[in-house]
């Protein structure tokens, strides 16, 4: 455990978002114990479920937070090791409050704590997580005269059977799909949605291993996955991150399908059924994903990044589906959380049910240019944002602050500077109608961040 005071560490490692550390000498048994015990006393709920991933520093995590919440009297709906969209079915199933050991996609020595509440809602800064905080910094919660129950649930099977339900794969024409689960929990979860009699899978990584050794637990290095794709002459590629929760897709010459491809086409479908409905994605994601929502007769509602975000405006809009630039999906009718398996299986029923490739699926929502997400090193972000408000401005742009700053200029093009949280750096996203239009505007934009102001 870090030397540091317990204060400044909790303010560190307990983020908008998650708490998130080192394993040991930063997040330990000890204080995944505490987070449970504030956790129960903050929601007040009678029944938490826990859930972990493959990575080997999560079961004796699991176990403590476990133990945190028995020990403050509610019970533990024990959903084991499982994908973080496991742990969605069982809160928004069960409608109670959820926790899964997991980093995501962080490299394997670290670990941490997602949370939601009942009915799968996360928790966010505004909502839980700077309460947490204070929770943690303030004395142990005393313990319960009558500790909760340990309550073993089937969780696998059931997530599964609900996924399968809801998207029609009857009439897919035979497809070959190669599924990377990199070592992670999608290794459990992809033959259970995925398997079908009209698609064979190609399995890549699905032994369980939580040090990756293959790749790491996020997706920059898919080329094992393109290899295999080619090899083996498949229809598409599956990747999937370390908790199994956030989808990478491929075509079949091993090119990367953007993520807007994949919001474009499970909109499309999702529309299909729910005509006229609201579809939130969040401020940076590319035009022609919004597009083609307009186009399928869908509302299209930008949100602020980040799943809280994009979680409360689709419950607030009674919206469909919801996309993020970064490759999460959104869907009503999984309690408006994010799970990559339902968006895959979305994905394998539009290319079955059509006699063209992936590739030109994805062509015909190539319209514009996009820089994608560049971070650029700052000693105070909030001082470069202001720099682009006064540059920009000055010129007559039409800017937001929904989140950060978004301008976009006459000729369509746009661009987006915020502070993601993550240390002294902005993020920026540039979009134009050409390459070299696009490049232009980055330049400008990221010259700016970097001035001096004068």
């Not at 908008?16 to 007040?44: K, N, Q, V």
């Not at 920059?220 to 295999?228: F, I, M, S, Y």
């Not at 490759?327 to 059509?354: I, Q, S, V």
Request: proline residues 7%; glycine residues 12%; aromatic residues 6%.
């Amino acid at each position: 455990m870090s030397t540091e005071p317990l204060g400044d560490l909790y303010d560190r490692i307990v983020t908008p978002y998650d708490i998130r550390g080192r394993f040991r000498a930063e997040l330990d048994p000890g204080l995944a114990y505490r987070a449970g015990a504030a956790f129960t006393e903050l929601t007040g709920a009678c029944a938490i479920a826990v859930g972990h991933d493959a990575r080997t520093s999560s079961p004796p995590l699991a176990d403590a937070f476990a133990q945190g919440v028995l020990d403050q009297g509610a019970d533990v709906v024990d959903a084991g090791l499982a994908s973080t969209d496991c742990l969605h079915y069982v809160s928004g199933h069960l409608d109670i409050p959820g926790a899964m050991i997991t980093a995501g996609r962080a490299p394997a020595p670290y670990n941490g704590i997602r949370l939601c509440r009942a009915g799968a809602v996360d928790m966010d800064e505004g909502t839980g997580m700077a309460l947490l905080r204070r929770r943690l910094r303030g004395p142990r919660p005393p313990l319960t005269d009558r500790p909760g129950s340990m309550l073993p649930t089937h969780v696998l099977a059931d997530y599964a059977e609900h996924l399968r339900a809801l998207v029609d794969l009857s009439d897919i024409r035979p497809l070959k799909v190669v599924v990377d689960a990199g070592n992670g929990t999608a290794g459990l979860t992809a033959p259970l949605v995925l398997g079908h009699p009209s698609i064979e899978l190609v399995p890549l990584h699905f032994e369980l291993d939580g040090t990756f050794p293959h790749r790491g637990p996020d997706l920059a290095d898919v080329r094992g996955l393109r290899e295999a794709v080619r090899e083996s002459g498949a229809d598409a590629g599956l990747a999937f991150d370390g908790d199994g929760d956030r989808l990478l897709a491929m075509d079949e010459r091993g090119a990367v399908v953007p993520p807007a491809v994949v919001i474009a086409l499970v909109a499309g479908r999702e529309l299909a059924r729910r005509p006229g409905a609201a579809v939130v994605h969040d401020l940076v994601t590319p035009t022609s994903a919004i597009d083609a929502i307009k186009e399928a007769g869908g509302i299209p509602v930008r949100s602020r990044v980040g799943p809280a975000a994009i979680k409360a405006l689709m419950a607030e809009q009674d919206a469909a589906f919801g996309g993020a630039h970064c490759g999460h999906y959104y869907f009503r009718d999984f309690w408006y959380a994010d799970t990559g398996m339902l968006a895959a299986l979305h994905l394998l029923a539009e290319l079955g049910a059509c006699g063209r490739e992936l590739s030109e699926l994805a062509a015909r929502h190539d319209r514009y240019a996009g820089s994608g997400a560049i971070d650029v090193a700052v000693p105070d972000p909030p001082a470069a944002l202001q720099r682009v408000v006064r540059h920009f401005a000055a010129d007559g742009t039409a800017l937001d602050h929904l989140d950060g700053v978004t301008g976009e200029l006459a000729d369509g093009s746009w661009f987006n500077v915020r502070a993601p949280g993550t240390g002294p750096v902005v993020r920026v996203n540039v979009e134009a109608g050409t390459v070299a239009a696009m490049g232009r505007l980055r330049d400008r934009v990221v010259g700016v961040v970097l001035s001096d102001g004068r």
